[in-house]
Structure formats: structure tokens, C-alpha cells
């Protein structure tokens, strides 16, 4: 199945800003991580389908995913 | 603000007339001759449809309630760095009424890039020293508390007494212990933080546990790898203070969990709801 997934700040880097990516039915958003080579603690705020989820969340057929990255500077 | 000795003394100072403006001058003069502090004397003013002729251009955003409630507020800011140090700027000249800054470093050459308060004579000195040395250019009648301590040294009532508290640290490990000590405290934290071209800015109200939902646990952000520039902290700084002056003057009421999260170099701007 395929989900759209669109990445922000640094995550864009080598990766891309919005595209669609094949993954196995029932997958996760950590199969998910795994595929765009994205660390699990990398991660900060992460949507599925615009709702804050987590790297449990299963996924399915068209869902848009939004990855950020963790920002704590001051 | 002012008890009903206070109200008859400043009566009796006061002009006649119960309209127009008040120099900065004439309200010191006030302040000193009848004892009172500036702050107490430009609330007194505004409570008798004086403005103080700093507050003028204020009042089409505030107006003269709210100018009165932030002369009132109580704020705590945590950090004096890219976000703290224009954020003290922006609420001082708003006329936030008292400010307590908590933050235990020096001034170093890394901070040159984007910090309001380092000055390159500055390396080497007291944040919270600078801090209140500038508040007293910018706006005497701020009661000013420098804290030159961690935040976890910081005592509970601090947090109690404050009417909202700004997290301008730079770590993503002390936000947990901040959101923590005002969550306890029952007060509103005004989030914000800065990284590159990226930033975050958001209300957690408390109980909320919005942070740990932004950072799901964990430590280490972007910034390590990309640092910090100026413009980006002045943005979110901003941001905060305007979050800030719209709560303290009764204008947000609306608990919602919101994050904004904006990009400057590709002009993205986007709401989170949590």
C-alpha cells in the first residue's frame, strides 16, 4: 500500500519535502522510519493524518504521515 | 496595584484634569515625591484616564484595561539567551509590570550571533546582570529579580506567584523539569524553541503534558547539529510575546493544544493540534 509522507526541517536533507512510499500492509510508522532511514529518536512530533500519533501507530492506505524533527534551541 | 492611602496620595499629586498623557518625567516626579513605585503611579494613571505617554502607541492593541493588567503581571522568563533576551525587550517595553529571569550563565562568543543582550564587552558577564541593567534603559518601572541559578534551584513559590512563565531555554531535558514545575504550580507555560531556519512556538497549559507530546521523551535536538541564528530566535521570541501579552491581558481564554511550527526558509507556517 502506499502513504504520503511529508518530512519536515532537517529531515528534507538527502530525503525529500512530500512523496508517496510503498509499505507493507499493516506496517507501522516504525517500518515506516526503518524505510526513510529516520531514527525513532530523532523523532519529535509526528502526525498521522494531521493527529498527533506515535511509532506504534499502524498504518493504512493513503494516510499522510508529517515527521519533524526535535527542535529544543533557544 | 495601589491601596486607598495610596489612591488619596496620588490624588492629591495628580492634575486636575482626568485626561491626556503623562511624560515619563512628570510620573518620576510623581513616583518620588509621594514614594510609590513608577509602575504603581503610571497603573494610577491609567485607572483615571491618564495615559503614560510611553504606553500611547500600546493602548489600539491592549487597551487601557489590558495596559493596566500588564502593569499587574507577575512573569517569570527561564533562559536569557536568543529567545529570552528579546523576549525581555519586547514584554519590558510592553509594561509587563514584574519580570524574573532565571538563567546561570556567563556571556560567551557563541552567543554573539544571536543573543539582544551579548555585547561583545559583555563576554565573561552575568546574563541576568545585563538583563537588569537593560531593563533600566528600557523601562524603569519594571520590577526586575535576577535569578543567576539553574531552574531546578529555583524556589516552588517562584513559580506559584507568577501569572504566566516563559521557556526560552536552550535543552530540550530542562523543558521537562520547566513544564513540570508549572504544571505543579498551576500556571501556563509559553513555549518556544529555535533551531536554523526552524522554530516552535506554543502555549502548554498546565496538566497538559504538551511537551512530552512535542518531544516524546526524548533529548537532543537539531540545534546541536545546526545551531541557532538570530532572525529565527527574534521570531519566536516574538511569537511568545505576543502569545504572552494576549493571554496576561485577557484576550486567549481558550485552553487549546496548539503548536505553531514555521520553517523561514521555505515560508511554511503550520498549526499542530494536540
Avoid at chain 2, 509587563?96 to 554573539?112: K, Q, S, Y
Wanted: with cysteine.
Amino acid at each position: 500500500m502506499v502513504v504520503e509522507v511529508r518530512l519536515f526541517a532537517t529531515f528534507r536533507e538527502g530525503r525529500f519535502k512530500k512523496s508517496e512510499v510503498e509499505v507493507t500492509e499493516g506496517g507501522s510508522v516504525r517500518d515506516l522510519l526503518k524505510h526513510l532511514q529516520i531514527e525513532e529518536k530523532e523523532v519529535g512530533i509526528l502526525l498521522v493524518n494531521g493527529r498527533n500519533s506515535s511509532v506504534e501507530s499502524q498504518l493504512g492506505a493513503d494516510d499522510v504521515v508529517s515527521l519533524f524533527p526535535l527542535i529544543g534551541g533557544g | 496595584m495601589v491601596t486607598k492611602e495610596e489612591r488619596g496620595l496620588l490624588k492629591r499629586v495628580f492634575p486636575e484634569k482626568r485626561s491626556g498623557e503623562l511624560a515619563l518625567q512628570k510620573a518620576a516626579t510623581i513616583a518620588s515625591r509621594t514614594k510609590l513605585p513608577l509602575r504603581a503611579v503610571e497603573w494610577f494613571a491609567l485607572d483615571t484616564g491618564i495615559c503614560p505617554s510611553r504606553y500611547q502607541r500600546n493602548i489600539g492593541a491592549f487597551g487601557i484595561e489590558g495596559q493596566k493588567r500588564l502593569l499587574e503581571s507577575k512573569i517569570v522568563i527561564v533562559g536569557l539567551g536568543g529567545l529570552g533576551g528579546c523576549l525581555l525587550e519586547e514584554l519590558a517595553r510592553a509594561g509587563v509590570g514584574e519580570i524574573t529571569a532565571v538563567d546561570p550563565d556567563v556571556f560567551d562568543e557563541t552567543n554573539l550571533n544571536r543573543q539582544l543582550l551579548a555585547t561583545e564587552e559583555m563576554v565573561g558577564a552575568k546574563k541576568v546582570d545585563e538583563a537588569e541593567s537593560r531593563l533600566k534603559k528600557v523601562n524603569r518601572a519594571v520590577a526586575f529579580t535576577g535569578f543567576s541559578v539553574s531552574l531546578e534551584q529555583v524556589a516552588e513559590s517562584v513559580w506559584r506567584d507568577a501569572d504566566l512563565v516563559f521557556d526560552c531555554l536552550d535543552n530540550i531535558e530542562g523543558r521537562f523539569v520547566l513544564e513540570e514545575r508549572c504544571s505543579a504550580a498551576d500556571v501556563a507555560l509559553v513555549h518556544g524553541a529555535v533551531a536554523a531556519w526552524y522554530g516552535e512556538v506554543g502555549v502548554v497549559w498546565p496538566g497538559s503534558g504538551m511537551l512530552k507530546k512535542v518531544y516524546k521523551g526524548q533529548g537532543r535536538g537539531i540545534e546541536e547539529d545546526v545551531g541557532a541564528v538570530g532572525f529565527t530566535a527574534a521570531t519566536a521570541a516574538s511569537l511568545m510575546a505576543a502569545k504572552g501579552a494576549a493571554i496576561l491581558t485577557g484576550k486567549i481564554t481558550a485552553k487549546e493544544q496548539k503548536m505553531l511550527y514555521f520553517d523561514l526558509l521555505e515560508d511554511e507556517w503550520q498549526t499542530i493540534e494536540f
